[in-house]
């Protein structure tokens, strides 16, 4: 059980409950320990039977409000309802809204979830709300399991694009999108596929898996375009009734999920790999984000391709003043000295700030640990100078960058800080493109370097 594996992992006892039915069916909760004062994490993956779970937790969060628990934190490894984020149709609910009220008047503080279905749902909660994000754990097995060689990741529907991109970073691949017309609930056609996958190794991508629809025609539409193989990475595994079947009678020649529903590690189908993300939880519940922001200080993930992630805390003043010393735009080459509780001197760069919607205060920070001997991918800034001397503006032209980064791969100590394009030789209507850039043998651009990087237009 998911639940007994995070209990192991945080060295923690599972409080005892007695979860029942009166004679009508009512669900019938009682906390069996004593909660008064502490903060307390309630696991429920709202699945399969979503009315039957959704309400049990919100009669627990009530029980345990009543019986003086200091915090309560829904700890959800799947957000049902999550689907319906919008009005598509006249007369149509947004259940994802109403979950995260319902949640809210039952009591609970904090929410940490997975791969909501939608980042706006976050937006949806006036509670903080930690989506975690499952790729780096997928991605530590992946790099494993026969990835290399010429692969695309393609986003089985509009809608998850952000984690095939995210995905194909990781991976160093390119990425392509399978566009959808759903016909009802059950049924959809995939209409069109943009990107190419002829001579490629596909990995489909998706939140969630529950008629197995979508991913099959996804991997039919990749096949007939000449896709080689057709892998699929989903987060949640809800596989309803026929969902096996379409997936074993499609051209998925492999698939992978993560535990977050419960009984995912049961289901027999060929070829079928279950990755648990278990330790994503644990790493959020250790971080005990509250405290750590209350003291102003900032929780931080370090992420490295030779250990698995480590949590620690960043001194919120030091690295906000660090920020004000930083040129606009060069963060991402700036490299940074973390001191982790054994003192050990680690040098990262920044991945990811996360910060609150309405106060723009950093609330979380993503590091990459950099070894001497890895080579890592940075977006390097472009900056130009000869800006004055510039004849095209001297006739009145404006200087106009098209591309702010160029994507490259190096050696932690062949990293460049910055790339510098000279535009003072340059005309109206003139442009310098990514090619005129000079850069160092050791250094590998992994961008198109054809693309117009700045041009010289007329006001």
Known sequence: MFANKLADKLGLPLTNVDIGSFPDNETRV??????????????????????????????????LKRSSAKELTAVLPYYAYGRQDRRNKKREPITAKLVADLLERAGFDRVITMDLHTDQV?????????????????????????????????????????????????????????FKHRIDSFSVKAVALMGDVKAKRVILVDDMCTTAET??????????????EVRALVTHGLFVEGAKDKIENSTIDKMYISDTIPGVEKININNLQVIS???????????????????????????????????????????????????????????FTLVDGEERAMKVIVKDIQYNITSYDIIH?????????????????IRFNGVAACA???????????????KVLCLPADMPKEFILDVSNLGLKQALRLSDIEISEKVRPLVDMNEVAVVIAKR
Request: one cysteine or more.
């Open 30 to 63: 009682r906390v069996l320990d004593d909660v008064q004062g502490d903060s307390v994490f309630i696991l429920q993956s709202i699945a399969i039977d979503p009315d039957r779970y959704l309400m049990q937790l919100m009669i627990l969060g009530d029980a």
């Open 365 to 381: 920070l993503d590091f990459e640990l950099l070894h001497d001997d890895n080579l890592v991918k940075v977006n390097v800034p």
């Open 392 to 406: 095209g503006v001297k006739l009145g032209g404006v200087v106009r960058q098209v591309i702010r980064y160029c």
């Open 215 to 228: 991913l099959a025609k996804a991997s039919i539409l990749c096949r007939s375009k000449g896709a080689l």
């Open 277 to 335: 993300v278990v330790g994503d939880f644990v790493r959020s519940i250790e971080k005990d984000s509250k405290r750590i922001r209350r003291e102003g200080n900032i929780p931080a993930v370090i992420y490295s391709s030779k250990t698995e992630a480590e949590s620690l805390t960043v001194n919120g003043a030091e690295f906000r003043a660090a920020l004000r010393g930083i040129e606009k735009g060069g963060l991402s080459t700036v490299v």
């Open 122 to 178: 976050e937006g949806f909660f006036n509670k903080p709300v930690e989506n975690l994000d499952p790729l780096s754990t997928f991605f530590s097995y992946l790099k494993n399991d026969d990835v290399d060689g010429d692969w695309v990741v393609v986003a089985a529907d509009i809608g998850s694009i952000k984690r095939a991109r995210n995905l194909a970073d990781m991976l160093g691949a390119e990425v392509a999108t399978v």
